[in-house]
Structures are given as structure tokens and as C-alpha cells.
T-cell receptor, first 116, second 111 residues
Framework: ETGVTQTPRHLVMGMTNKKSLKCEQHLGHNAMYWYKQSAKKPLELMFVYNFKEQTENNSVPSRFSPECPNSSHLFLHLHTLQPEDSALYLC???????????????FGSGTRLTVV | QKEVEQDPGPLSVPEGAIVSLNCTYSNSAFQYFMWYRQYSRKGPELLMYTYSSGNKEDGRFTAQVDKSSKYISLFIRDSQPSDSATYLCAMSVAGGFKTIFGAGTRLFVKA
């Protein structure tokens, strides 16, 4: 494991289901991210939390709802998804980047989501 | 125009070859440049990190940034089959939380 743990690794859900993705990091990082990775497309930033506060919501549909109870845990709640939402959802963490420096992210292995 | 352009490949080379991977970008404010390696069924892993222009070397890997041309490169010397993966370039401005990623180049190193 990389230090960022995502569960579940695979998820198949119907369009009327509600499910949640979980992410946990014990690297002492203060920022956590959700990214969507679709085939042959760049990673799409969805949400950013820094010190538990949401700092970015990249025009994500409301059927995706993030939750960050503390700096170590991040959730993505899913409801009434569409088949085009099928993708690899990646969680990442980093140091606080407000000081100006970007030392890169540590990613989890992702949750492969299939919406049927 | 996309902020970051990266040739998706695939790129296939024989073992031992020198590999060159490249990205171009349009935002002159980018100051942090990164390369990630992503194996199949895994998340991206930070490989190289560079601030501003110049070169950085780490073992068989060399990252180059040419801000005047808005062009970054990753060179892999003595490539190995274990280097077969997708390589993502990424970059950001200072002080923000948005890192922009390229679409990735799929690399195959044949034994």
C-alpha cells in the first residue's frame, strides 16, 4: 500500500443505489483530493479538502457528495449515478499547498466503479 | 487548446533503449512540474518533481523543464520491462490546489 488506502477496490451499482467510497491516509498530510480517471482522458479533479475544509468543487454534479470528517479520512457518497459515471475514482493526499510549494500527491489504488 | 498536451502513445521500445516522454503546456504561470508512473490497476505514483526550469536526475530517470518553450521531458535510460506503465505529466502554479494532468503516455518495454 502507498499510505493512502481506498475501499472498496471494485464497486458495481445500479443507477438507483446509494453507496460510499472511503479513503484513509496516515501520512500526516493536511489536504485530500478526489479525482476521476476515465480511459484516455486526463485525471479530472473533483473535490479538494484542506484541514477538513472544502476548498475546491470542480463543478461536480450533486449526485457526488464528499465528506471529510478529519484530515485522515475522506468519503465520496454516490447516489442516482449514470452509466457515464463509470470510471476509476482516485483519492490522493498532500501537504498543505497554500504556502506555495507543490511536492506532489500520494494516490491510493482507486475504486473501479461500474454503474449499470 | 488543452492546458497540458501529452501524446497517449502507445510507445513500444526494446529493453535497454533510452525513452523520451514529453508534454507541452500553455499556462506560463506553471512552476511545479511532476511525472507520475501508473501501473495497471494501481494509482499514480510520484516519480519526479521539478521546480521551475532545469534538469533533475534520479537514477535512470532525468526530468527536464524548458519554460521558454513550455515543454517538459522525462528520459529513462537503460529501460527495463518493469518500466512498462503509463506515465503522466502534471503541473501546477504556486499556492493553489489544482494540479493539471496530461492524459498519460502508455509505455511498453519489450524484453
Amino acid at each position: 500500500e502507498t499510505g493512502v488506502t481506498q475501499t472498496p477496490r471494485h464497486l458495481v451499482m445500479g443507477m438507483t443505489n446509494k453507496k460510499s467510497l472511503k479513503c484513509e491516509q496516515h501520512l500526516g498530510h493536511n489536504a485530500m483530493y478526489w479525482y476521476k480517471q476515465s480511459a484516455k482522458k486526463p485525471l479530472e479533479l473533483m473535490f479538494v479538502y484542506n484541514f477538513k475544509e472544502q476548498t475546491e468543487n470542480n463543478s461536480v454534479p450533486s449526485r457526488f457528495s464528499p465528506e471529510c470528517p478529519n484530515s485522515s479520512h475522506l468519503f465520496l457518497h454516490l447516489h442516482t449515478l449514470q452509466p457515464e459515471d463509470s470510471a476509476l475514482y482516485l483519492c490522493a493526499s498532500s501537504q498543505d499547498q497554500r504556502q506555495g510549494r507543490n511536492y506532489g500527491y500520494t494516490f491510493g489504488s482507486g475504486t473501479r466503479l461500474t454503474v449499470v | 487548446q488543452k492546458e497540458v498536451e501529452q501524446d497517449p502513445g502507445p510507445l513500444s521500445v526494446p529493453e535497454g533503449a533510452i525513452v523520451s516522454l514529453n508534454c507541452t503546456y500553455s499556462n506560463s504561470a506553471f512552476q511545479y512540474f511532476m511525472w507520475y508512473r501508473q501501473y495497471s490497476r494501481k494509482g499514480p505514483e510520484l516519480l519526479m518533481y521539478t521546480y521551475s526550469s532545469g534538469n533533475k536526475e534520479d537514477g535512470r530517470f532525468t526530468a527536464q523543464v524548458d519554460k521558454s518553450s513550455k515543454y517538459i521531458s522525462l528520459f529513462i535510460r537503460d529501460s527495463q520491462p518493469s518500466d512498462s506503465a503509463t506515465y503522466l505529466c502534471a503541473m501546477s502554479v504556486a499556492g493553489g490546489f489544482k494540479t493539471i494532468f496530461g492524459a498519460g503516455t502508455r509505455l511498453f518495454v519489450k524484453a
